[in-house]
């Protein structure tokens, strides 16, 4: 596969409404858009198909070097071009409107700026409907393009002349700069009521300082002073930008079937809300002060009843759709090559059917910090966390797919046990600090029964070590949680003899892996990289063990694999690539919270 077709996938940063968002390469070109909302098909995804994904190039027509960063404290995109005979920039950004008909324009604007000397651009807009799968037709008149598919139509204004290219699909423009000379491009959801709108440069000035306002308003919010305060405030941001407005929901991640292994399987669709991932993130937005964020998602999980479910496997599904629905069927791509070849492309995704009972103790923390930092919750929502709990009651001690998702078949996961644990020690807190109504002897003897089992059978006499499954020696970065959950003492001897076996199986240079394939098979072909959110547990887990200096060093390191914008994908792969969708919430949220508690721990 020819890698001069496709950017690296950290080599991007994210532009977005709280709708959907879009990736730039560091080259000017957008290879990811899907429109209306994260979810929907793509309209531009060259990222997986530099052929037939369709994309918007934008670029100077010299020889250039480049340089991309966010305007300071926004996600407010800026792409630089460096030429012999000028610079010149793009300006990327979403606006953020509450206006609900606005809202649904979805507009991108796309600034060109010349900084200095002169340069020529051109731009290319190569859309392609429905995961390229859909036919569109192309009107262009003068300044403004329609491009009109029979599930969505786009219209493409510009300060600039457009012009159709010989197959009548796409649009051309090219342009010549002076220093202090800007053109303008929008690009706007019409029909349905929403008729075209041009965007003078005027109009797109205001836009832009609109836009910056908005996110420098909201960071402000930030309650985190610390000493990573760059890396953090962009997790942050990051996180913002992966929440869907109207629902309160937070996607795992805003792309598709970016690669864990090029040319590998392991290629998922993340646009949907896994309960973990967005209950860990309410706990990162709380640490932060973003107590809004952590009302919203309250308010999705209760006004889509999500806990009130009554499925086969329980209450909970393992994810929803953003707008909660519970149908999420996985489906092939076949027509497009994936990223650098990595097929296939998956739609959908078929793990909603897995039992995984740790995302019970996610989200009943994630309930138990928003009643403690956030809101006392309501009476309603206390009869929901008591429904869940008792039935986890009669139900934790039970094999199932576990935090990775394997595709092996069931197993007595010891984290899973661990989430459950957490779910009940959370509620009786609740509980107790409240003076709730619980069936509390029973909740304790549950409680009581996974911390007995955890201790007999999910400790490894031979290996010195809590291992991953139930009498087994396999080790699993996700026990790094034990301390974090308060399981254990984060200086217990049988803790710090785990932390050590961990550190020699599983920590490559601070960087660490889930567990090895080869010892615990997965279900799935090849290898996968370290896994990043892992990396940022150990450094947790070092720091709470006392072992400062270490965990500063782990964590400073890491930093150092994020993208030049401070943006980290799901994995690093051997040579120090980002693999797997990008950016990922879960990686970041994991960031701020180590950032958070060794900043605390070093005083």
Not at 291 to 305: K, N, P, Q, V, Y
Not at 359 to 368: E, K, M, N, P
């Amino acid at each position: 596969m020819d890698g001069a077709r496709y950017l690296p996938i950290s080599e991007h940063g994210l532009i977005g409404d709280l709708r959907t968002v879009a990736l730039v390469g560091n080259n000017g070109t957008i290879d990811w858009y899907c429109c209306p909302r994260f979810d929907a098909p793509s309209v531009f995804a060259s990222i997986l198909d530099a052929d037939k994904g369709g994309s918007w190039e934008l670029a100077a027509d010299v020889p250039t070097r480049t340089r991309q960063f966010y305007f300071p404290d926004t996600n407010v995109l800026i792409t630089r071009f460096f030429a012999a005979d000028g610079v010149a920039e793009i300006q990327d950004f979403m606006p953020v409107v509450d206006d609900s008909r606005e809202a649904d324009r979805h507009r991108l604007i796309r600034r060109v700026v010349c900084v200095r000397g002169t340069l020529p651009f051109r731009a290319r807009i190569a859309p392609r409907f429905g995961y390229g799968a859909e036919a569109h037709t192309t009107h262009v008149e003068g300044h403004t393009a329609v491009f009109r598919s029979p599930s969505l139509t786009l219209a493409l204004t510009a300060t600039v002349p457009l012009e159709a290219d010989t197959g009548g699909l796409d649009v051309w423009s090219r342009f010549k700069l002076l220093e202090g000379e800007s053109h303008v491009f929008a690009l706007d959801r019409i029909g349905d009521g929403l008729p075209p709108r041009s965007c003078p440069r005027a109009e797109a000035q205001e836009q832009a300082e609109a836009t910056v306002r908005f996110w420098r308003r909201w960071l402000a919010g930030s309650r985190y002073h610390g000493r990573w305060r760059e890396m953090v405030n962009r997790s942050a941001l990051l996180l913002k930008l992966l929440t869907y407005a109207p629902t309160g929901a937070i996607v795992a991640a805003p792309t598709t079937s970016l690669p864990e292994q090029i040319g590998g399987e392991r290629n998922w669709d993340y646009r949907y809300v896994w309960v973990r991932d967005a209950a860990f993130c309410v706990y990162a937005m709380l640490r932060l002060g973003f107590t809004s964020e952590a009302e919203a998602f309250m308010a999705f999980l209760s006004e889509r009843g999500i806990m009130r479910g009554t499925g086969e496997s329980g209450p909970l599904q393992i994810m929803y759709g953003i707008d909660g629905r519970t149908d999420l069927p996985e489906y092939e791509l076949a027509h497009l090559e994936g990223h650098l070849g990595s097929a296939p492309v998956r739609v959908g995704n078929a793990a909603t059917g897995q039992l995984q009972l740790d995302i019970y103790g996610a989200l009943i923390d994630s309930v138990y910090l928003y009643d403690k930092w956030g809101q006392p919750i309501s009476s309603d929502r206390w009869d929901e966390v008591g429904a869940v709990v008792d039935w986890l009651c009669e139900h934790w001690d039970q094999p199932d797919e576990g935090v990775w998702e394997t595709r092996g078949g069931r197993r007595n996961f010891v984290y899973s046990r661990l989430m459950c644990w957490v779910a009940l020690e959370r509620a009786i807190r609740m509980a107790n600090r409240r003076g709730l109504p619980a069936d509390l002897t029973r909740w304790r003897e549950s409680r009581d029964a996974i911390y007995r089992q955890i201790m007999a059978r999910g400790w490894s006499a031979e290996r010195g070590a809590f291992v991953q499954g139930l009498d087994g020696h396999v080790l699993d970065a996700s026990l790094l949680m034990m301390p974090m959950a308060k399981f254990v003492s984060p200086t217990d001897p049988k803790w710090l003899s785990t932390l050590d076996a961990l550190t020699t199986d599983l920590v490559s240079d601070s960087l660490v892996y889930r567990y090895d394939p080869t010892a615990s098979p997965d279900g799935l072909h090849g290898p996968e990289g370290t896994f990043s959110i892992c990396s940022f547990w150990y450094v947790e887990a070092l720091a709470r063990a006392g072992r400062l200096e270490e965990a500063r060093l782990a964590f400073e390191k890491m930093l150092t694999y994020a993208n030049h914008l401070g943006l980290f994908a799901e994995e690093i792969g051997p040579t120090g690539e980002q693999l797997g969708n990008f950016p990922q919430a879960f990686t970041h949220l994991s960031l701020i919270s180590a950032a958070f508690n060794l900043d605390r721990a070093l005083g």
